[in-house]
């Protein structure tokens, strides 16, 4: 066993870590900025134009992010009887490299349209696309969070 137990949940599954966690989040950042901007009622348009000044880009992340919540909210619906999720989720690490790869690309997109003027909302995306990305593909753990187990 390469990890601790507490690591596993009840069906032997190994748990996401905390920076995958993470990922998902910031990869997921276009729901969460939806749902606070529909929470709030007088601030939400004013919210949405901040942060999202195009209203395409918002709603290409919307979508681009959508797989990545899915993940997340079937990640922990796995178990041995459930096959054809546990292929499903297989696939996860694969869904949350593309969709890293689509958000920088859509992240340089609007680089070009801005002329590449510095701004820090652009530089902090990149960079955390940047390190997920590295995270994925150097993290032992985070491959393996996506094996199931052998289960006969």
């Known amino acids: 066993m390469r990890y601790a137990i507490e690591e596993y949940d ?16 910031f990869l ?5 900025v939806f749902i606070i901007a529909s929470a709030s009622r007088d601030l939400g348009a004013r919210l949405l134009s901040i942060i999202y000044p ?5 709603y290409l992340g ?3 992010s959508l797989p990545v919540v899915i993940l997340v909210w079937s990640i922990s619906l796995r178990t041995p009887e459930r096959q054809w ?7 996860g690490r694969g869904y949350t ?7 920088f690309m859509v992240t ?3 680089l070009t349209q801005t002329r590449w ?12 696309l940047i390190w997920l990305l590295l995270f994925l593909f150097q993290s032992q753990r985070a491959k393996d969070t996506f094996i199931a187990p052998n289960v006969t």
Not at 54 to 58: D, G, M, Q
Not at 85 to 91: F, Y
Not at 97 to 102: D, H, W, Y
């Open 10 to 25: 009840k069906n032997g599954f190994l748990k996401p870590c905390f920076w995958l966690w993470l990922g998902w989040l």
């Open 28 to 32: 997921a950042k276009a729901w969460i």
């Open 54 to 58: 195009v209203n395409n880009t918002l």
């Open 62 to 64: 919307l979508a681009l």
């Open 85 to 91: 999720l546990n292929k499903i989720v297989a696939l």
């Open 97 to 103: 490299i593309f969709v890293a790869v689509a958000q």
């Open 108 to 110: 340089l997109y609007h």
């Open 117 to 128: 003027m510095f701004n820090w909302s652009d530089a902090l995306t990149m960079l955390g």
